[in-house]
Each structure stands twice: as C-alpha cells, then as structure tokens.
C-alpha cells in the first residue's frame, strides 16, 4: 500500500512569484476561535444550518443541498449557473442522504429519526409536498436513514442506516421493505457499482468497506479501509471507489475487479500527521483525472492527479470555509458545503441571558422560527462555495493559503514555542519543576456571565449572571494568580465538549449527530465514552498517559459511580465518585480530599487528575432544588476548597491546577459565542498577572502533555499555543485561602412560577438531556426577572470578503 504526501517545495516557489494573489486572499482572512484562519476561495451562498450533503442532478441544472442542524433543518433547490436558490423548504428531521432520479424530476432525502426517505417531486424549480417510503412506521424505532442509492430500472432503493446499523432494500413500486440486513457497524452510505450488481457500504463506525451482492442477497467481502470510513466516489467507468476516512485524513483507493485498496492517498497538509483533517468529502473532475477532497476541520480541499490509479500525485490544496462536508463538480465550477459558514460570532442575545421570549415560537429542543434566540448549537450558517478549477498557478496560491491558514505543522508536535527555563518545556518531554497536573472541568459557561466585572478584563457586564458575590473564589483565582479573558472552548456544547476537553478533537460522528439529538429531533447523547464510534482514534489524554509511562486517575469524566465509560479508565477511578448535579460539588470535593490523602499516604498519587464539578450547570428554577445561585455557589465553593486543600499539602510546590468549562453554550458572550473562562493557580503561575493572549480548549491539553512529557494526541493540540506567557520560572510558594460562600447553599427554588413550571419539564440527568437556549432563558428570568436590554456588537474576527476571480 502506498502513502502519497504534498511536497511543499513548488507551493512556496508559486506562492512568492505571485505575492500580491496571495495579499488578496490574506486581506480578507477570518480568524476562528480556535487559531485557525479561513481565506474562501471563490464566490459564496448562504445555506442552513449544518449542510452535509450535496446532490446534482443528471443535466447538472439544479443542485440540491440538506441542512441538518441542530436549529430549522432544511433542503435548498439552487441553479448552479446563476448561482442562486431556487427553493428553500423546512424538513422536520433529516440527516445526510440526498439523491436526484435520474431524469431530475425527483428528489430523495433521508428523514432522520423518522425513519423515512422522503420523494419530492420537482415543478417549476420547486419542490411539491413529498410521497413518504417508510422504513418502519414505527417512529419509536431506532433506525435512523443515512446514505442511499436508487436503481431506478429495478425499482429498488438501498438505504443504509446509523442507529441499527443495517442496510434495508425497498420496492419503490408497492413501498414495502424487501430485505433487513444487519450490518457490522453504523453504517454512512452505500453505493451502485456500474453494473449494478454490487452495493458498496462504508462501515462507519468499523473500518471497513462492505461489498454486498445483489444477486446473492448477501455481504461477499469486506475491504480494510482507514478510520471512519463516510463518504463514497466511484469512478465513471466503474473501475475505482474512492473512501474517504475522517480519523486517518486520508482516502483509499480500491480497485473493484481486485477487491482491494492499491493505494491510500494522504489529504492531510503535512505527511504522517495525527488525526485532525477530517476528510470526508469527493469529487471528480469531468475528465476523471482529478479528485477534490474535502477536509472538515482543515476547511480546504486536496486535490490529487488520479489519472493513473495506484500512481496519485499531490497537486496542491484550496481554501474553503469552516468545516466543509461536501464537494462537487459543476461543469469547470467546484461546489462546496462549508458546514459552519465563514465566521465565528458573539452572542449577545442568547442562549439567552436576555431575550425577548415572545420573539421565539419553539417546543423542547427544536428552534422552530426566528434568530433573536443566539443559540450556538444553530449559530453558525453554512455556505456553498463555488470555485472555477483552479490552473496550476492559482493553485499553487490557493495551497500558500490554506498553509498560512494553518497553525499546525510536523515540527510543532514536539517542539512547542515558549522560552528558555519556562516550567512549560518547549520539547516534548523536556523536563519541568511540576510534576503533579490537576485538571478540572466544569459546565457551560461564558466568560461574560462570570467574569465580565473583573477590572482590566473584556467584558460586557449586562451580560453578567454570576458574578462576584456567587463566585468569589473564581474571581480571587483570577486577580491572585492569571486572568485569561480571550480563552476559546474548541467544541460547541458538551456532546463534543468533553471530547475535546480530553481528547483535543470531535470525531466527524459527534460532530455530525449531535445537533440532531440537542435539536430534539431524536438520537442519543454519545460523547464521553458512551458510543465507541464516537471516541477519537487515538484515545484521550488517559491513553496517551498509558503510552508514556504517566500515571493518570479520574474523578467522574468519563465514568459513572464506580464504571468508568471506556476501558483506558478500569482502575483508574476515584470510588463512590458522582458527578451528577444532585451532588454537590463541595460533597465531591471532600470525595476527592479523602481519596487524595489517601493516595498521598501510600506514596500512591498520579501525576495526571482530572476532576469533574459540575454544578455550575445548575437545574434552573426547579421547585425542591438548589436555586441556580446556591449551585453556582456550591460549584465556586468547591473550587476554592480543592485549590486550598491541594496548595497546603505536600506536594504543592511541584504542582499545577488548570479549570476550564466544557464549552460555553450555557449563556451569551459579547465577544464570541465560545469564549469561556479557564483559571490557572500553583507555585509556578505568575501572580496578579493578565494574559491577553489567544488560547484555546487545546493549548490546555498542549500545556498538560508539555509539563508531563506526552506528545500532542491530534493536530489541535499539536498546533495550540501553550500557556507558558501565564508561567514563571521564579515560583511563589504561598498557599490559598478559600473564600466562604456569599449564598447559602440549602436555598430551594420555591415559587411556582412559569420558570419554575417550565424547570420541572427539563431532564437532569445528563448535562445536556435539554435545550440550553430554552433553560437559559428560565434561568435568566428567572433570576433576572426582567427583559433584556438591547445590545449590538462586533463579529469575531472577520473583513467581509469581496468574490475572488479566476485568473486562467
């Protein structure tokens, strides 16, 4: 098998002939929450919310695309030529599969959780209420429709499935199901070989291509591909089916006569890089010479010379939007579905410290109407691009682009920018003076909600819910040690926020599904170790500890009372630990105070602890529990406890204590939706010191391996900048003193008010079993008891960008 990588030599050679090109994309550059940047190529349309799949019709006049956000789903009728939309109609539940008959008269779309693949006729460029072919007429039934495909002279559509994992053929003619065919594993989409003989399955969750037989009714073989195998291409005359895999950034090639992949192109920016790419898009240029794959995380396009199979070459990459899903070929025009738009944004408005609840018309989880509500699960609109195929020149540009774009490299994973004697080593495993890591991870909130009212921080105080009076630990962190007021959460709510948290990645599943669930539109919670195909390739930060030696335990991520959610963490659990929010946190506090003497008695303590409270989450205005205040209180109580406790023991001068929230969809933020708090405290932070600098979720996890030796897990925290600027070589020894709560942490919500009523709807159990934007306007009302004040401000970091032009 053979790995083809870019050499980098021609793309810089290109990129300084023809600067100024390169000044035009640079001059309109966007910069992301997490440190990337976007520079799109080409001109650009709006779409809904999380587009993932493109279709285009036999005669290439009418382009279709399904948006499957958390917020309105919808599919989108578009002419390619004139570049506008057609038709924008609202689907109650969709997910990915998307397919045109061949005489362009209809459109198929996969319909989610209602276990349906709807047909809609298309008149006058519109399209008409659909014909239903039904899975299951059972809605209560876990199936849930993905990828298909139609043989129209058979009358036969193949649909493969994602929550049973099975491959249903309907007779189109009579609407019945013919076949059930359970499958090894959750399953993307499938494919028609050309003599339609043959159905190809990607195996999402398996590392697998399926090849099932028509003729036999059955799975004849089963082909080895990369790491969440998702979208498939098979070339015109039949001869090749391209797979594209999300965790390995790369594309197999298999040759159909030989049932086997003969070769494995590379799609990622750099040779041998960890997970991070994302690929999980394919298109061919009309001559069949070229393959365009897209690249979620990396938001560009590779393209390779693929004239001569099992012989690709690398020829250069280009600029898309954030996160793009899709690409397709238009005549010499290359659509893409870039899934998060263009732009990160505040959020002044919502989740809603201060909306207008009159303004929004929604049930339990599903936005139905209007944008006043600035939820960050349906924030960030998709784009479709359209770019001419770029000449060898303006390739050579577009790929100087997507470098520049690009903070990670090979040569940061082991080396890390920093200074001389830091205690953050600039060299993976580089020795540092902390030995001892204390990583806790807290719920949902902003940074304006509970820091806003620190002097010399960026906040916007309307905006402000827990300040002071609640958290007079968190503020005392802040102004005693570090105050960080431009830290970023990587993921959007905790489904894949404590992925990230610990993992320094989503996989394409969690970042693909989660929005279905939290829009209530079915589907389950599978971050966190609960769904293996959702877990990152490599593991999380306890597995890389495991491959180097570090000793690790943990205090309820990833694991329940006594059962931890994946295997790295079997023994490796605190006993009786509940994270749950009917605990408080200052309880699991002194769970982990007896556990930690313990440990330190035995000479038994790991380096690596992460720690879970939680409650800051808070349960609303739920009659009979904590008022949000008496939880946010508890939580900061706890915090000030953990940090007194850890810096009057023994080993205090050798450790660090590192606090972040899992995301920050819980609440509204004047300079981004995923701005966030995070608090540093030890002997080596600096004191009574303000870092404005740029960090993420990641440059956590990059700071922790750095002090414990680990290399990065994936190209985030690969790229991430650590915290060395918030460290210092001359420690401080003195110890910290906890604040004594302001609250009294026995206050019940007790009125039965409309915010009360609608609390004691909301499912607690998990962290994120309701809609935010729905509980945080009760928890805003109710507290607040007030309407909001208007407010306007600022995008992120963004120029509007004018449409690029073709120079060939």
């Not at 996160?323 to 738009?341: E, F, Q």
């Not at 953050?424 to 030995?435: D, E, H, T, Y």
């Not at 205090?555 to 490796?572: C, M, Q, S, T």
């Not at 205090?652 to 995070?678: C, F, K, M, P, Y």
Request: charged share 20%; net charge neutral; glycine share 6%.
């Amino acid at each position: 098998m053979k790995r083809i990588s870019l050499s980098l030599l021609l793309i810089l050679n290109v990129a300084l002939n023809y600067a100024q090109s390169l000044e035009n994309l640079n001059a309109n550059r966007v910069l992301l929450p997490n440190g990337w940047s976007l520079t799109p190529a080409g001109e650009s349309l709006p779409l809904g919310d999380l587009p993932l799949n493109i279709a285009v019709s036999n005669n290439q006049k009418l382009l279709a695309v399904t948006n499957n956000g958390q917020s309105r789903q919808s599919l989108q009728l578009i002419d390619p030529k004139k570049f506008i939309v057609l038709d924008d109609i609202t689907i109650a539940k969709s997910w990915y599969g998307l397919k045109f008959s061949k005489n362009g008269k209809y459109l198929f779309a996969a319909a989610g959780n209602d276990n349906q693949i709807l047909r809609y006729a298309i008149s006058n460029n519109k399209l008409v209420t659909p014909d239903t072919l039904y899975l299951s007429r059972n809605k209560k039934e876990n199936i849930s429709p993905a990828g298909f495909d139609i043989d129209e002279a058979a009358g036969k559509l193949f649909v493969v499935t994602k929550e049973n994992n099975s491959l249903y053929i309907l007779n189109m003619k009579t609407k019945k199901v013919e076949t059930i065919l359970p499958l090894e594993s959750e399953a993307y989409t499938c494919l028609l070989s050309a003599d339609k003989q043959s159905l190809y399955i990607s195996l999402w969750g398996a590392k697998k291509l399926a090849a099932y037989s028509i003729p036999q009714k059955k799975i004849i073989t089963t082909i080895n591909v990369g790491d969440h195998p998702n979208e498939l291409l098979l070339s015109k005359n039949g001869k090749i089916v391209y797979v594209a895999n999300a965790n390995d950034n790369s594309v197999s090639v298999i040759d159909v006569a030989q049932q086997k992949v003969i070769e494995t192109l590379n799609a990622a920016l750099y040779p041998d890089a960890p997970s991070g790419s994302t690929t999980n898009g394919l298109a061919l240029s009309k001559n069949q010479k070229t393959l365009y794959i897209a690249n979620a995380d990396n938001n560009c396009l590779a393209v390779f010379n693929v004239r001569e199979p099992g012989n690709s070459l690398s020829k250069g990459f280009i600029p898309t939007g954030w996160y793009p899903t899709n690409v397709k070929l238009v005549g010499k025009d290359i659509l893409v579905s870039n899934g998060k738009g263009f732009k990160s944004l505040p959020n002044p408005h919502g989740p809603n410290p201060l909306a207008n609840k009159q303004t929004v018309t929604r049930h339990q989880g599903d936005l139905q109407k209007k944008e006043e509500v600035q939820y960050i699960g349906g924030l960030f609109k998709g784009t479709l691009s359209k770019i001419k195929q770029p000449s060898r020149k303006q390739l050579g540009i577009y790929s100087a682009a997507v470098h520049n774009n690009t903070p990670y490299t090979k040569e940061r994973e082991m080396n890390a920018l920093g200074e001389p004697g830091n205690p953050i080593p600039m060299k993976v495993s580089a020795p540092s003076p902390i030995k001892y890591v204390f990583y806790i991870i807290k719920e949902n909130r902003t940074f304006d909600q509970v820091l806003s009212d620190v002097p010399g921080a960026n906040g916007d105080t309307t905006l402000l819910l827990f300040g002071e009076k609640y958290t007079p630990n968190q503020h005392a962190l802040v102004k005693q040690f570090v105050l960080m007021d431009n830290f970023y959460c990587d993921a959007e709510v905790s489904a894949d926020g404590h992925d990230w948290s610990l993992g320094a990645y989503a996989t394409d599943y969690l970042e693909k599904t989660w929005p279905t669930s939290y829009g209530g539109r079915g589907g389950s919670y599978d971050g966190e170790g609960f769904r293996p195909i959702a877990n990152n390739k490599g593991g999380f930060i306890w597995d890389n500890c495991k491959r180097n030696n570090i000793s690790y335990r943990t205090y309820g991520e990833f694991a329940g009372v006594n059962k931890p959610n994946i295997a790295i963490l079997k023994n490796h659990i605190c006993p009786n630990y509940d994270w749950s929010l009917k605990v408080r946190d200052t309880t699991k506090f002194r769970l982990w105070q007896k556990d930690f003497d313990s440990l330190l008695v035995n000479n038994a303590l790991t380096q690596l602890n992460t720690i879970r409270f939680g409650n800051d989450h808070t349960e609303g205005m739920s009659v009979g529990r904590p008022t949000p205040y008496a939880h946010v209180a508890d939580n900061d109580l706890a915090v000030g406890l953990f940090v007194e406790h850890l810096s009057k023991s023994p080993i205090w001068n050798e450790s660090v204590v590192l606090i972040v929230e899992d995301d920050a969809q819980n609440g509204a933020d004047h300079v981004d939706a995923h701005r966030s708090t995070a608090y540093l405290a030890g002997p080596f932070v600096k004191r009574g010191f303000i870092d404005h600098t740029m960090y993420s979720t990641s440059s956590i996890l990059r700071t922790i391996e750095l002090i414990l030796g680990l290399p990065p897990m994936t190209q985030y925290d690969a790229a991430a900048p650590s915290l060395w600027r918030s460290f210092t070589s001359t420690p401080n020894f003195s110890t910290y003193s906890h604040i004594p709560s302001n609250v009294n942490l026995n206050d019940k919500n007790t009125a039965l008010s409309a915010a009360a009523k609608q609390s004691a709807l909301f499912d607690f159990s998990k962290e994120d079993n309701i809609a935010d934007h729905l509980f945080n306007e009760v928890l805003w009302q109710g507290l607040k008891g007030k309407s909001a004040p208007s407010a306007t401000h600022a995008a992120f970091i963004h120029v509007d960008r004018k449409k690029e032009k073709d120079e060939d």
